[in-house]
C-alpha cells in the first residue's frame, strides 16, 4: 500500500494549527536579583525597551536595560515585596497612561491611577507615554499669547501658546507661584492645563490643590503627582504621563493645552540614580550621557499644530531649581538650551519685596512681540530699556553723589515702575488692565504719585475706568490695539488730578 506522505503532512499541520488556537503562550522570565527599585530577570528573550512587565505578584515594571544576558527592569511600586524566584510576565504593550476628560479636577499619579481618594478614574482611552515629536511640516510658528495675568511677565518676557519657557531660580524665589498663577488665569479661556509635581512631599501637593480648588481652577486642570517617597521610576516618568494626557486635548480635541513641570531638577536626579543603579556610565555631575535627551525629547513636544493638524497647542513650562544661583551647572544650561527662553528669578530681589522676583535684565523671551496683543507691544517697548537704565543708575545713586535732574527723574521713575509690577499671588490681571497700568508708568503718570500709593493708585485707576469710561477696556478686549491715545490721555491726567487731591 502506498502511503501519500503530503495528506499526513497536511493533515498534521492542521492538527497543530488547531491546537495553538486553544493555548495562552506567554513570554515568562524570572528574578535574578531585586534591590533599589532595580530588578535583573532572565529569560525575556524578545522584550521590547519601554514595555510593561508584570511581576508575579501584580507589580508592574519597565524594561529599561535591554542587556545580552538579562533584562533591567524599573519597578514601578514597592520593590520590597518582589523576591528572587519570582515569575515576570510580557505584556507586549509599550507604557500608556489613561487619558480624557474624565481626568479633569484629579490627582492621579503617573500611571493614571486616582490618589485623591475620590474614587475611580474610568477612562475609555489611552496614550503611549512617549511619541516622537511633531515635524516642522506639522508645526505653526508661535503667535498667540499664552496670558500669565503677571504684568512683569507679559510685557518683558511674553509667553505665547506652543512654547517652552523656563522658568529658573534659586529655591524659595516664587517659581511654583508663577506657574500657579498662570493656570489660575486660564480661567474661562478653555486651556487645559496639567500640573506635575515631581519630587515633592506629599502635603505640598496637598495645599497645592487645595490653593487650586479654591481659587476654581481644578475644573479645568490635572494634577500628576510622583512624590518624594514615590520610586525614582515613578519620579522620572511623571513629566512623559502629563504631556500625554495634555496630548490628548491638543491632537483629538484641537484645543489649547498648558504643562507645568515642577520640577525637572528632580527628575534628572531620579533618572541619575536609575543610571547608575543600571551601572551605565556616568558624565559629568554623574549625570548618563542621555540626561540631554531626557529633557529634550520632552520638551520638543510642546508645539503650536497648523490649521491641516487642527490647530491645537501645548505650552511647556519647566521649572529649573538652581544652587545658589548657579546657572552654568549641568541640568540649567541643558534646558536653557532647549527652551524657546527663560524667567529667571533671584533671592535679593525675592528678600526686597518684588514679587514676583524677576529679574529683567537675565530674563528673556526668543518668541518676543509675537506673542503680545498690539497694545502690549506699543506700550511695553519702552519699559524694559526704563528698567534697566534705573537699575544702573540705582548703584550711583547708593554712593551718595549729587545727582543731576534728568538722572534723578529716571531714578525715581524707575522706583515707581517697580513698584507697579509688584503683583501679589493668585491676583492676576486681565491684559487690558495691564496695558493701562504700563501705559500710565511709561507716560509718566505714576512719577508724582508717593511710592507708597502706587498700588492704591493703580487699583482705584482701574476701578475709574471700569466704573466711568469701560469703552476703554471693551475697545483693547475687542480690537488688541490701543484706544484713542487723546482721550486716554486725558482719561489718566483727570484720575492722577483727583487723586493727588485726595492723598493730600
Request: hydrophobic share 40%; net charge neutral.
Given at each position: 500500500m502506498k502511503v501519500n506522505t503530503d495528506e499526513i503532512v497536511s493533515v498534521l499541520k492542521k492538527e497543530i494549527a488547531e491546537y495553538g488556537k486553544d493555548l495562552n503562550v506567554d513570554e515568562v522570565g524570572t528574578v535574578l536579583e531585586v534591590g533599589d527599585g532595580i530588578a535583573r530577570v532572565y529569560g525575556l528573550q524578545d522584550v521590547m525597551a519601554n514595555e510593561m512587565v508584570e511581576f508575579q505578584n501584580g507589580i508592574m515594571g519597565l524594561a529599561f536595560n535591554l542587556e545580552e544576558n538579562s533584562v533591567g527592569v524599573v519597578v514601578m511600586g514597592d520593590y520590597l515585596s518582589i523576591r528572587e524566584g519570582f515569575t515576570v510576565k510580557r505584556t507586549q504593550r509599550i507604557l500608556e497612561v489613561p487619558t480624557g476628560s474624565e481626568?479633569?479636577?484629579?490627582?492621579?499619579?503617573?500611571l493614571g491611577e486616582p490618589v485623591d481618594g475620590k474614587g475611580p478614574v474610568n477612562t475609555k482611552k489611552t496614550r503611549p507615554i512617549e511619541i516622537i515629536a511633531p515635524g516642522i511640516a506639522r508645526r505653526k510658528g508661535v503667535h498667540e499669547p499664552m496670558q500669565t495675568g503677571i504684568k512683569?511677565?507679559?510685557?518683558?518676557?511674553?509667553?505665547?501658546?506652543?512654547?517652552?519657557?523656563?522658568?529658573?531660580?534659586?529655591?524659595?524665589t516664587g517659581k511654583t507661584a508663577i506657574a500657579l498663577d498662570t493656570i489660575v488665569n486660564q480661567k474661562n479661556s478653555g486651556v487645559i492645563c496639567v500640573y506635575v509635581a515631581i519630587g515633592q512631599k506629599a502635603s505640598t501637593v496637598s495645599s497645592l490643590v487645595e490653593k487650586l480648588e479654591a481659587q476654581g481652577a481644578m475644573d479645568y486642570t490635572i494634577v500628576v503627582t510622583a512624590n518624594a517617597s514615590d520610586p525614582a521610576a515613578l519620579q522620572y516618568l511623571a513629566p512623559y504621563a502629563g504631556t500625554a494626557m495634555a496630548e490628548e486635548f491638543m491632537y483629538n480635541e484641537g484645543k489649547a493645552t498648558l504643562c507645568v513641570y515642577d520640577d525637572l531638577t528632580k527628575q534628572a536626579n531620579a533618572y541619575r540614580q536609575m543610571s547608575l543603579l543600571l551601572r551605565r556610565p556616568p558624565?559629568?555631575?554623574?549625570?548618563?550621557?542621555?540626561?540631554?535627551?531626557?529633557?529634550?525629547?520632552l520638551l520638543e513636544r510642546a508645539v503650536k499644530l497648523n490649521e491641516k493638524y487642527g490647530s491645537g497647542s501645548l505650552t511647556a513650562l519647566p521649572i529649573i531649581e538652581t544652587q545658589a544661583g548657579e546657572v552654568s551647572a549641568y541640568i540649567p544650561t541643558n534646558v536653557i538650551s532647549i527652551t524657546d527662553g527663560q524667567i529667571y528669578l533671584v533671592p535679593h530681589l525675592f528678600s526686597a519685596g518684588v514679587r514676583p522676583a524677576v529679574d529683567v535684565g537675565i530674563s528673556v523671551s526668543r518668541v518676543g512681540g509675537n506673542a503680545q496683543i498690539k497694545a502690549m507691544k506699543k506700550v511695553a517697548g519702552t519699559l524694559r530699556l526704563d528698567l534697566a537704565s534705573f537699575r544702573s543708575l540705582e548703584a550711583f545713586a547708593q554712593l551718595g553723589t549729587e545727582l543731576d535732574a534728568a538722572t534723578q527723574r529716571q531714578i525715581d521713575r524707575g522706583v515707581r515702575l517697580v513698584e507697579l509690577l509688584k503683583q501679589d499671588q493668585f491676583k492676576p490681571l486681565s491684559v487690558e488692565r495691564q496695558v493701562i497700568s504700563i501705559y500710565a508708568g511709561t507716560k509718566g503718570y505714576v512719577d508724582k504719585i508717593p511710592v507708597n500709593k502706587v498700588k492704591e493708585y493703580e487699583?482705584?485707576?482701574?476701578e475709574y475706568i471700569a466704573s466711568m469710561h469701560s469703552e476703554i477696556f471693551?475697545?483693547?478686549?475687542?480690537?488688541?490695539?490701543?484706544?484713542?491715545?487723546?482721550?486716554l490721555k486725558k482719561i489718566l491726567a483727570d484720575f492722577t488730578d483727583q487723586f493727588i487731591k485726595g492723598i493730600q
Amino acid at each position: 500500500m502506498k502511503v501519500n506522505t503530503d495528506e499526513i503532512v497536511s493533515v498534521l499541520k492542521k492538527e497543530i494549527a488547531e491546537y495553538g488556537k486553544d493555548l495562552n503562550v506567554d513570554e515568562v522570565g524570572t528574578v535574578l536579583e531585586v534591590g533599589d527599585g532595580i530588578a535583573r530577570v532572565y529569560g525575556l528573550q524578545d522584550v521590547m525597551a519601554n514595555e510593561m512587565v508584570e511581576f508575579q505578584n501584580g507589580i508592574m515594571g519597565l524594561a529599561f536595560n535591554l542587556e545580552e544576558n538579562s533584562v533591567g527592569v524599573v519597578v514601578m511600586g514597592d520593590y520590597l515585596s518582589i523576591r528572587e524566584g519570582f515569575t515576570v510576565k510580557r505584556t507586549q504593550r509599550i507604557l500608556e497612561v489613561p487619558t480624557g476628560s474624565e481626568l479633569i479636577g484629579r490627582v492621579v499619579n503617573p500611571l493614571g491611577e486616582p490618589v485623591d481618594g475620590k474614587g475611580p478614574v474610568n477612562t475609555k482611552k489611552t496614550r503611549p507615554i512617549e511619541i516622537i515629536a511633531p515635524g516642522i511640516a506639522r508645526r505653526k510658528g508661535v503667535h498667540e499669547p499664552m496670558q500669565t495675568g503677571i504684568k512683569g511677565i507679559d510685557s518683558m518676557i511674553p509667553v505665547g501658546r506652543g512654547q517652552r519657557q523656563l522658568i529658573i531660580g534659586d529655591r524659595g524665589t516664587g517659581k511654583t507661584a508663577i506657574a500657579l498663577d498662570t493656570i489660575v488665569n486660564q480661567k474661562n479661556s478653555g486651556v487645559i492645563c496639567v500640573y506635575v509635581a515631581i519630587g515633592q512631599k506629599a502635603s505640598t501637593v496637598s495645599s497645592l490643590v487645595e490653593k487650586l480648588e479654591a481659587q476654581g481652577a481644578m475644573d479645568y486642570t490635572i494634577v500628576v503627582t510622583a512624590n518624594a517617597s514615590d520610586p525614582a521610576a515613578l519620579q522620572y516618568l511623571a513629566p512623559y504621563a502629563g504631556t500625554a494626557m495634555a496630548e490628548e486635548f491638543m491632537y483629538n480635541e484641537g484645543k489649547a493645552t498648558l504643562c507645568v513641570y515642577d520640577d525637572l531638577t528632580k527628575q534628572a536626579n531620579a533618572y541619575r540614580q536609575m543610571s547608575l543603579l543600571l551601572r551605565r556610565p556616568p558624565g559629568r555631575e554623574a549625570f548618563p550621557g542621555d540626561v540631554f535627551y531626557l529633557h529634550s525629547r520632552l520638551l520638543e513636544r510642546a508645539v503650536k499644530l497648523n490649521e491641516k493638524y487642527g490647530s491645537g497647542s501645548l505650552t511647556a513650562l519647566p521649572i529649573i531649581e538652581t544652587q545658589a544661583g548657579e546657572v552654568s551647572a549641568y541640568i540649567p544650561t541643558n534646558v536653557i538650551s532647549i527652551t524657546d527662553g527663560q524667567i529667571y528669578l533671584v533671592p535679593h530681589l525675592f528678600s526686597a519685596g518684588v514679587r514676583p522676583a524677576v529679574d529683567v535684565g537675565i530674563s528673556v523671551s526668543r518668541v518676543g512681540g509675537n506673542a503680545q496683543i498690539k497694545a502690549m507691544k506699543k506700550v511695553a517697548g519702552t519699559l524694559r530699556l526704563d528698567l534697566a537704565s534705573f537699575r544702573s543708575l540705582e548703584a550711583f545713586a547708593q554712593l551718595g553723589t549729587e545727582l543731576d535732574a534728568a538722572t534723578q527723574r529716571q531714578i525715581d521713575r524707575g522706583v515707581r515702575l517697580v513698584e507697579l509690577l509688584k503683583q501679589d499671588q493668585f491676583k492676576p490681571l486681565s491684559v487690558e488692565r495691564q496695558v493701562i497700568s504700563i501705559y500710565a508708568g511709561t507716560k509718566g503718570y505714576v512719577d508724582k504719585i508717593p511710592v507708597n500709593k502706587v498700588k492704591e493708585y493703580e487699583d482705584k485707576m482701574h476701578e475709574y475706568i471700569a466704573s466711568m469710561h469701560s469703552e476703554i477696556f471693551d475697545s483693547i478686549k475687542k480690537s488688541n490695539e490701543l484706544p484713542d491715545e487723546e482721550k486716554l490721555k486725558k482719561i489718566l491726567a483727570d484720575f492722577t488730578d483727583q487723586f493727588i487731591k485726595g492723598i493730600q
